[in-house]
DNA sequence: ACCGCGGCCTGGCGGC
DNA sequence: TGCCGCCAGGCCGCGG
């Protein structure tokens, strides 16, 4: 469940289940769940204690309690969902299960992944130093991600899902922070005014924030929460998967087109914002 | 140093 | 019905 109102609701989900036990069993299940690792996953996680399931962007991680957390070199096991994993409590009848694990409580784990982009992976916290801080951090520092948004020479949407600028933006979030800002995907992000730069990260805050008060977006099975449900943000898009209807703000039809070999969805009328020509409000 | 593109996978859908 | 190409919410590494 890619982005960060999904990662999110599963972190959620996952914390009152694993804070405190320990790894009791793992069985890996394909081999490209737990790839780049030498040792057998088993091995390096069972006896081993949780002590918090952190997140930044779509970066979720457990915390050890024989670790020191203030230690950027301490290990962690790194979840990544990549572009279809789920976390599930309980064994779950798919095809797809990737990795088995049971917890000290006979709590058990499933990772089901049907593309398997997505990881388990034990190693270093610094390894993810290169990932920018995400929106719903308390400390996010909207200033300074609007300049390193400004820094970037390529289209602006193609720009928000660089996870060095901020993280936690992916392809539904970026065309719906853009619409909320009323700005053109394919505007230059260094050619947005400070102003504009903030304006549409502070929207991809609040989209995904209301987002996550949902449990999500999802528009299938594939995308659930531990306990398998959907979210419902997907009822609450205006530019994502929306081309050929009208724009719910100005009534024009929204265009799909292709920015960085992503699908992006947005209203050639009023998303103009910093064009030198404001769009009309309705 | 940066940016753009292709590759990694599976499965569902629309078109012929 | 069947096959084929295209598309999908992410990320990384390569080459220019």
Redesign the pocket.
């Known amino acids: 469940?890619?982005?960060l109102p999904?990662v999110e609701s599963v972190r959620r989900g996952l914390e009152p289940y694993v804070v405190g036990r320990s790894f009791a069993a793992v069985e890996v299940h394909h081999p490209?769940a737990n790839r780049g690792q030498e040792a057998p996953l088993s091995a390096l996680l069972v006896g081993r204690k949780i002590a918090a399931v952190a997140r930044r962007?779509?970066?979720m991680w457990l915390e050890f309690a024989d670790e020191d957390h203030s230690d950027p070199a301490r290990d962690v096991l790194f979840i990544?969902?990549?572009?279809?994993g789920q976390v599930r409590i309980g064994e779950v009848d798919s095809?797809?299960v990737r990795i088995a694990a049971v917890l000290d409580d006979a709590t058990r784990l499933s990772f089901v992944d049907?593309?398997?982009?997505g990881y388990w992976r034990l190693g270093p916290w610094l390894t993810?130093a290169?990932?920018a801080p995400d929106p719903l951090e308390t400390d996010f520092d909207l200033t300074a991600a609007g300049r390193r948004l400004r820094?970037?020479?390529?289209?602006v949407k193609?720009a928000l899902?660089?996870?060095t600028v901020l993280?936690g933006?992916?392809?539904?979030y970026a065309d719906e922070a853009l619409w909320a800002a009323q700005i053109s995907p394919l505007k230059k992000a260094?050619a947005l005014r400070q102003r504009d730069a903030v304006a549409v990260i502070s929207a991809a805050g609040d989209v995904m924030r209301e987002a996550l008060t949902v449990g999500?977006?999802?528009?299938?099975a594939?995308?659930v929460n531990v306990n398998g449900e959907s979210?419902y943000f997907d009822r609450s898009l205006h530019a994502?998967g929306r081309g050929g209807q009208p724009c719910d703000r100005c009534g024009e039809e929204i265009v799909?087109t292709?920015l960085?070999?992503?699908?992006t969805h947005y209203c050639p009328s009023c998303q103009r914002r910093g064009e030198g020509r404001l769009p009309a409000a309705n």
């Open positions: 469940m890619p982005e999904e490209r962007g779509k970066f990544h969902l990549g572009m279809s095809p797809h049907q593309r398997t982009f993810m290169h990932i820094a970037k020479r390529t289209a193609v899902l660089d996870q993280s933006v992916g392809n539904i260094s999500g977006t999802s528009f299938d594939l995308y979210g994502y799909k292709v960085g070999g992503r699908g």
